[in-house]
């Protein structure tokens, strides 16, 4: 059978290091705080946590909590124009709470793959 138990029974669709920073929180322009996560997409959420001495940490068990969340049903993703940020690659993530996000990394490999997931689990959870 193809059927794997994930350890956690909550597989996960993506992972990896992203440089990430809100923007906006509620609607309302916060400073900006660049931070490396580690980030997990697991369905329609987006979970980031603190990169701990460099190595890859992983939810479920006991090191490392999310340090937030983010609901990605009803967001958008864009390619942020130049003036959002001095830095390459970077994507604009909108939520419907107005907590905004960019999220960035200089492998554009990397950040295309995350453009292009991220979309389409919006568009895949768009009607919830
Ligand atoms: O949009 P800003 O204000 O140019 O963003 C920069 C600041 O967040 C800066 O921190 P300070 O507010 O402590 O100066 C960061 O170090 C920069 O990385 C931010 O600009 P970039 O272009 O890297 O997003």
Redesign the pocket.
């Known amino acids: 059978s193809a059927y794997v138990q994930e350890p956690n029974d909550k597989p996960s669709e993506k992972c990896g290091v992203l440089n990430v920073t809100k923007i906006t929180e509620f609607g309302k322009k916060v ?4 931070t490396s996560s580690w980030t997990v997409l697991q369905g329609h959420t987006l979970l980031f946590a603190k990169e701990k001495g460099g190595g890859s940490s992983w939810f479920g068990g006991s090191q490392t909590k999310p340090e937030f969340t983010v609901d990605l049903r009803g967001g958008s993703v864009e390619w942020a124009s130049k003036d959002k ?3 390459k690659h970077v994507v604009e993530l909108k939520t419907r709470h107005g907590t905004d996000l ?1 999220i960035q990394w200089d492998t554009d490999t990397i950040i295309n793959d995350w453009y292009r997931v991220l979309q389409e689990t919006i568009i895949t959870h768009a009607w919830e």
């Not at 400073?31 to 660049?34: L, V």
């Open positions: 400073r900006k705080s660049w940020s001095s830095k960019l």
